[in-house]
Nanobody, 128 residues
Framework: QVQLVESGGGSVQPGGSLSVSCAAS????????IGWFRQAPGKEREGVAC????????YYADSVKGRFTISRDNAKNTVYLQMNSLKPEDTAVYYC?????????????????????WGQGTQVTVST
């Protein structure tokens, strides 16, 4: 059974840093695209980053480029999102997601929303 569990959210002041994790079970992360999404109250879900080891691809939304870094530890079957220079507009629940089809790339997952599995999310709050 595929399961994704996010952790590591919290509260931080503007300009600060946080790292969130996505631990996967029931499948091998290395074969699939894993995307990070966020959703703030009253806003649509936004795909912010994605990684797929098998083709070496990474994707970042313009809103986080240069500030967020996605990485993975295949031995731990975990994907990380390091968030630096955080802004109040980064406040949201952050989810990781992955598709059933290993052929889907980051563009499919993040831009077209082609995923079937996601976690419960972790809250990130950036405020003074």
């Amino acid at each position: 059974q595929v399961q994704l569990v996010e952790s590591g959210g919290g509260s931080v002041q503007p300009g600060g840093s946080l790292s969130v994790s996505c631990a996967a079970s029931g499948f091998t992360l290395d074969d699939y695209a894993i995307g990070w999404f966020r959703q703030a109250p009253g806003k649509e879900r936004e795909g912010v980053a994605c990684i797929k080891s098998s083709d070496g691809s990474r994707y970042y939304a313009d809103s986080v480029k240069g500030r967020f870094t996605i990485s993975r530890d295949n031995a731990k079957n975990t994907v990380y999102l390091q968030m630096n220079s955080l802004k109040p507009e980064d406040t949201a629940v952050y989810y990781c997601a992955t598709p059933e089809n290993s052929a889907y790339g980051c563009y499919d997952v993040v831009r077209f929303g082609l995923y079937e599995h996601w976690g419960q999310g972790t809250q990130v709050t950036v405020s003074t």
